[in-house]
């Protein structure tokens, strides 16, 4: 099983970028994935999570309204669609996956992705 994130890099403050994890060596339309942040010498932030068919998502406060998470399961790929970043929201960001839609806001997933790096600059 292979999670690849990308689509991480350096963007202005107010601007947007898109991520991507592509999988590889599951059944991903059965998947649950999430995305989560990580700075350094904090704990991982849970982001958003989209359920296997895409019909539910879920974000944590702080990203409604900017972030979209969706999924192209004939592509095996998720997206994170972050608009009006902020220097805050610079971090690495994963993505991770898990069978069962439960405790999605923590890190009990079964499958992670190396991260993607994502700075903001002022």
């Known amino acids: 099983v292979q999670l690849q994130a990308s689509g991480g890099g350096l963007v202005q403050d107010g601007g947007s970028l898109r991520l991507s994890c592509a999988a590889s060596?599951?059944?991903?339309?059965?998947?649950?994935v999430g995305w989560f942040r990580q700075v350094p010498e904090k704990n991982r932030e849970f982001v958003a999570a989209?359920?296997?068919?895409?019909?539910?998502?879920v974000y944590a406060d702080s990203f409604e309204g900017r972030f979209t998470i969706s999924r192209d399961n004939a592509k095996n790929t998720v997206y994170l669609q972050m608009n009006s970043l902020k220097t805050e929201d610079a971090a690495v960001y994963y993505c991770?996956?898990?069978?069962?839609?439960?405790?999605?806001?923590?890190?009990?997933?079964?499958?992670w992705g190396q991260g993607t790096q994502v700075t903001v600059s002022s």
């Open positions: 991770a996956a898990k069978k069962l839609w439960r405790s999605i806001r923590t890190t009990d997933y079964g499958y």
């Open positions: 060596g599951l059944a991903f339309n059965s998947y649950v």
């Open positions: 989209i359920s296997s068919g895409g019909g539910t998502t």
